[in-house]
């Protein structure tokens, strides 16, 4: 089956057109989308700002007002994008969308109108696969990953025992399995975490997609997973991914040009 792969939109709007074209362009039969649909900005600033400081984060600056109303713009435009193509699209938020209650009440509401859109965080949902006639179950974890601290607020992260315990409720389903994850697993880039690497080796799916931090882009086996970070959709990047052969073709909105892997 072919696997169109985005992630990072990091508030791009405009790139959204050109999205749908590749998507009529490479017909495919299941795309994901692996979080940043937002960008961001000012409520990570307050909430770094704030851990050097030691100090509380504030939430009643007026930049992040500001910032909230132009991220509800955003996530309209990304979900009736993909209300508009018939393939099925399987999502998950990333570090910068953020507040999660947010994003979730957003993209859950749009789940119940536009059937082809599911949200996969912390759940797992299946899709009918043909011809094999089989289910393939696709599961989520969005955020960043990291030891220690869980914030959903300013930033979307998630501690290890969460995001491990989240891993132990997708165990118990059978192959295939597509997980879909924010963070890259360590041994894929310094942005990259340990724990993810441990999520992987739990749930053990056939395919894993990730996020791009710094534009990361690239495909990897960790253990028997093939994982695939497809750039940054910000910077123009998606990856087409063949499931049988693991042949991924990186390329550009708006240009025919691909490089294979």
Known sequence: MKILAITDLDGKTELLENFRAAVE???????????NIVKGDARAAEWHAAQRENRPPRRDLPVMCDEEREGLRAYDAFFSALAEIKARAYVIPGGNDAPLDV????ATNREVVAHNT???????????????????????FGGIVNEKETEDFFVL??????ALYAAQGFIE???PK??????????????????????????????????APGGLQG?????????????AMADGNYAVVDSLTNKVEYKKLGVGAAHTV
């Open 25 to 35: 362009e490479e017909a495919p039969g299941m795309i994901v989308f692996t979080g």
């Open 103 to 106: 994003f979730l009440q957003v």
């Open 118 to 140: 599911h949200i996969v965080h912390n759940r797992i949902t299946s899709k009918f696969v043909s011809p094999q006639a089989r289910d393939m179950y696709v599961c989520g």
């Open 157 to 162: 992260q998630f501690s290890r025992w969460r």
């Open 173 to 175: 389903y059978p192959d």
């Open 178 to 211: 597509v997980l879909l994850l924010h963070t890259p697993p360590r041994l894929m880039s310094d942005n990259g975490s340990a724990v993810v690497e441990e999520i992987i080796s739990t749930v053990r799916p056939s395919h894993a997609f990730c996020g």
């Open 219 to 231: 495909a990897k086996n960790v253990g028997t997973t093939f994982v695939v970070c497809p750039g």
